[in-house]
């Protein structure tokens, strides 16, 4: 296993940090609208490209980037055990509640 360099930020982000983030996710999602605007009009992924998000958080930039590379391979990463098990519940929910399709979670 890899050594962690910041444990205390590793512990922040996967103690209350992350709880407090996947509890206000909604909130945080609809805050960032115009981030993700811009990000959409400006970042070009095309249908085979390979995507890695790192502090993908509960998964909204992922699962979009996995849209757009839906032949290509799209991987969020997070400190926060539970803000990726939000992000799988969430990408579970927008492929219709089956298997997590709209991206993996590491």
Known sequence: ??????????????GEEGDDWTENADHYDATGQWIM??????????????V??????????TRDAARRAHAGRVLGVDLSARMLE?????????????????????
Not at 1 to 14: C, F, H, L, P, Y
């Open 1 to 14: 296993m890899t050594a962690i360099a910041n444990v205390e930020m590793a512990a922040a982000w996967d």
């Open 37 to 50: 605007r811009r990000w959409d009009a400006e970042v070009a992924i095309d249908p085979t490209d390979r």
């Open 52 to 61: 890695l998000d790192v502090g993908c958080g509960t998964g909204r930039p």
């Open 86 to 106: 939000e992000a799988r519940r969430r990408s579970r929910l927008a492929a219709g509640g089956h298997r997590d399709s709209q991206g993996m979670w590491a």
